[in-house]
């Protein structure tokens, strides 16, 4: 019978918050993570640029173009070192010195 007591699964999972991040219900703020620069070199997978902060902060994080041949495409920020920016998927075409975006 002790046997039967015993809590199966032994170690449980579960989510500790099931809202979105800057959904309204989260209430975290945007704008205070969010910041803009502009391109110094670049390739369809990776960017340089104006932007400084730890390298890591921006991993996972989403750039989105404002200017050039690229003016609203959204990337996923596969990794950030020393300014340059590396996408987990490429770009449609290769950014122009310049060119603008903003990251969060």
Do not use: H
Not at 66 to 90: D, E, H, M, Q, W
């Amino acid at each position: 019978m002790e046997t039967l007591n015993a809590q199966v699964p032994r170690n449980l999972y579960q989510a500790s918050c099931i809202n979105s991040v800057y959904d309204p219900i989260c209430q975290a703020n945007k704008s205070a993570v969010t910041a803009s620069g502009s391109i110094s070199s670049g390739t369809t997978s990776s960017v340089n640029t104006n932007v400084y902060a730890n390298d890591g902060y921006y991993n996972q994080g989403v750039l989105t173009f404002t200017s050039g041949a690229n003016s609203g495409i959204k990337r996923t920020v596969k990794s950030y070192l020393g300014r340059a920016f590396t996408f987990a998927l490429p770009l449609p075409s290769a950014p122009s010195a310049g060119d603008t975006f903003t990251v969060f």
